[in-house]
């Protein structure tokens, strides 16, 4: 059974960082594209990074402007979102999800982990 476990998620004030994690877990981690979606509430679901099966492309979308970085540690079925001068409108629950053909159609999501950010 494919799980995807976020965390890292929580409370922080605007201008502060927040790292979130993604284990996964009955799957061949190295051989996914691994994504990172966010939704605010209200609001429909969002791209926010990918990056390639073995780390070798980063994709952003374009409000992360530099202050996101995903990256995978596939020894440890790991992807990770660091999150640098976080701004109130990042609020959302933050998805991490797997894409076994690269081609945008994710397989399998997590659960979400809630980020709030204060003013």
């Known amino acids: 059974q494919v799980q995807l476990v976020e965390s890292g998620g929580g409370l922080v004030q605007a201008g502060g960082s927040l790292r979130l994690s993604c284990a996964a877990s009955?799957?061949?981690?190295?051989?996914?594209?691994m994504g990172w979606f966010r939704q605010a509430p209200g609001k429909e679901r969002e791209f926010v990074a990918r990056?390639?099966?073995?780390?070798?492309?980063?994709t952003y979308a374009a409000f992360v402007k530099g202050r996101f970085t995903i990256s995978r540690d596939n020894a440890k079925n790991t992807v990770y979102l660091q999150m640098n001068s976080l701004k109130p409108e990042d609020t959302a629950v933050y998805y991490c999800?797997?894409?076994?053909?690269?081609?945008?159609?994710?397989?399998?999501w997590g659960q979400g982990t809630q980020v709030t950010v204060s003013s």
């Open positions: 999800a797997a894409d076994r053909t690269a081609g945008g159609a994710y397989d399998y």
């Open positions: 009955g799957l061949t981690f190295s051989n996914y594209t």
């Open positions: 990056i390639s099966r073995i780390a070798g492309t980063r």
